[in-house]
C-alpha cells in the first residue's frame, strides 16, 4: 500500500492527469472512499496543528492554531471535502460530463494527501528557509489548482482541461455559498469563535 501511494504521489507530481486514471481505475468503492476520507481529514488536522504549534511567532491556545476546535476543524475540512466534490460532480455534468460522485469524492481526497504533503513541505521550510517558504506555497496552490482541474478533466471524459476549469469555477462559486450558510447554520462567526459561548 506504502508503495502504491509514493508510486502515486510521484505519478501526480509530474502527470496528474495519469495519476487520476490510476486512481479511478482502481476506485475502491463507496464505502473504502469514506473510510479514506475520515482518516485523511483527521490526519490533516494532526499535520496542520504540528506545523502551526512548531511556529516560534505563533503562540497558540487550546482553538489558536484553528481559530476552531480541532473537531469543528475536522468538521469544516471534512465538509468542505464533500462539496467539492459534490460541486465538481453537479457542474461538470452540467457541462456535459459523465463523472460520479464517488470517484469525485476519491479524487478529492487524493488532492488532500496531496495538499497535506506540500504542507509538510511548506512546515519543514519555514524553520530551516522562511523566505522559501512562501514561494513554494505559492507555487503549490498552483500545482493543486491543475492537478484538480486535470483530475476533473478525466473524472468526466473532458477533452480539454478548459472545460474541466470553467466546472471547477461555477463549484467553487457554489461551494463557497453553500460554505457561507453553513457557518451561518452552525453559528461560526468570521472570527472563529461561536456566537453563543
Do not use: K
Not at 513541505?121 to 522562511?130: N, R
Not at 512562501?134 to 496552490?141: D, E, I, K, P, R
Not at 473524472?155 to 474541466?164: D, E, K, M, P, Y
Request: aromatic share 8%; net charge positive; proline share 4%.
Amino acid at each position: 500500500m506504502w508503495g502504491y501511494l509514493t508510486d502515486l504521489l510521484r505519478l501526480s507530481l509530474r502527470a496528474p492527469a495519469e495519476a487520476a486514471a490510476r486512481l479511478l481505475r482502481g476506485f475502491p468503492g463507496s464505502t473504502a472512499t469514506w473510510q479514506a476520507l475520515v482518516l485523511v481529514t483527521c490526519v490533516s488536522v494532526v499535520v496542520t496543528a504540528l506545523i502551526q504549534g512548531a511556529m516560534p511567532v505563533m503562540p497558540m491556545d487550546a482553538e489558536g492554531a484553528f481559530g476552531l476546535s480541532p473537531f469543528g476543524y475536522a468538521g469544516l475540512l471534512g465538509a468542505s471535502l464533500v462539496l467539492l466534490a459534490g460541486g465538481v460532480t453537479a457542474t461538470g455534468r452540467l457541462l456535459g460530463g459523465v463523472g460520479s460522485f464517488g470517484p469525485a469524492l476519491a479524487l478529492v481526497v487524493w488532492l488532500e494527501v496531496l495538499a497535506m504533503a506540500l504542507r509538510l513541505v511548506q512546515g519543514v521550510l519555514i524553520l530551516v528557509l522562511p523566505p522559501l517558504a512562501g514561494l513554494v506555497g505559492l507555487a503549490g496552490l498552483v500545482w493543486l489548482f491543475w492537478c484538480l482541474a486535470r483530475f476533473v478533466q478525466v473524472l468526466h471524459g473532458f477533452q480539454s482541461v478548459g472545460r474541466a476549469t470553467v466546472a471547477l469555477f461555477l463549484a467553487f462559486i457554489a461551494i463557497g455559498t453553500a460554505l457561507a450558510l453553513l457557518l451561518a447554520l452552525t453559528g461560526l462567526t468570521a472570527q472563529g469563535g461561536l456566537t453563543n459561548v
